[in-house]
T-cell receptor, first 117, second 114 residues
Framework: AQTVTQSQPEMSVQEAETVTLSCTYD???????LFWYKQPPSRQMILVIR??????QNATENRFSVNFQKAAKSFSLKISDSQLGDAAMYFC??????????????FGKGITLSVRP | EAQVTQNPRYLITVTGKKLTVTCSQN?????MSWYRQDPGLGLRQIYY???????DKGDVPEGYKVSRKEKRNFPLILESPSPNQTSLYFC?????????????FGNGTRLTVT
């Protein structure tokens, strides 16, 4: 079974600075998909970014980018020019290429990001 | 607007009193799923449905039931709720069980069982 590990429960960043959130995963599959979700205090789950394992190029969405290291099974999220609205809990998630029971998202435990004005 | 709608947002009940949390999506998604979120544990899958009339257990199905009689609806049923089912619940859907399609989440239901 796949596992997703977010080892840092909390992080803090100064407004306008850059912060990197870490995520590692364990899998024996060669193809899979990785996601970062944001959960603000409103508790909505918002998709931030996704990465296909077969793509070598790191995904980017405006101020959000990932550093995907397939061999190391690492998938970190970088937030540039941090804004107060980035304060939230962030979840890293893994999805298998197979359907059925394996089609679920496996989540890490999350990391709480605070942004200092 | 494309969305997943859950109701209610907050629910307080007593042990043993049957309850249903509704979930509906308007995106014609085939795949639907229920998760529970607990502090320090992240989100864990309760049940999922690949399509109408096709449902199966996730990682933590004990004490829950689901049904998928229509494509758009996927209610979560607690026949006899217990305090350990106090949690934040999310319904989610995606185009299919396809690996590259992200899950779209509802706004969550905060359930308290006393």
């Amino acid at each position: 079974a796949q596992t997703v590990t977010q080892s840092q429960p909390e992080m803090s960043v100064q407004e306008a600075e850059t912060v990197t959130l870490s995520c590692t995963y364990d899998t024996s599959e060669s193809d899979y998909y990785l996601f970062w979700y944001k959960q603000p205090p409103s508790r909505q789950m918002i998709l931030v970014i996704r990465q296909e394992a077969y793509k070598q190029q790191n995904a980017t969405e405006n101020r959000f980018s990932v550093n995907f290291q397939k061999a190391a099974k690492s998938f970190s999220l970088k937030i540039s020019d941090s804004q107060l609205g980035d304060a939230a809990m962030y979840f890293c998630a893994y999805r298998s290429p197979y359907t059925g029971a394996n089609s679920k998202l496996t989540f890490g435990k999350g990391i709480t990001l605070s942004v200092r004005p | 607007e494309a969305q997943v709608t859950q109701n209610p947002r907050y629910l307080i009940t007593v042990t043993g009193k049957k309850l249903t949390v509704t979930c509906s999506q308007n995106m014609n998604h085939e795949y639907m799923s229920w998760y529970r979120q607990d502090p320090g544990l992240g989100l864990r899958q309760i049940y999922y449905s690949m399509n109408v009339e096709v449902t199966d257990k996730g990682d933590v199905p004990e004490g829950y039931k689901v049904s998928r009689k229509e494509k758009r609806n996927f209610p979560l049923i607690l026949e006899s709720p217990s305090p350990n089912q106090t949690s934040l619940y999310f319904c989610a859907s995606s185009v299919g069980g396809a690996h590259n399609s992200p899950l779209h989440f509802g706004n969550g239901t905060r359930l308290t069982v006393t």
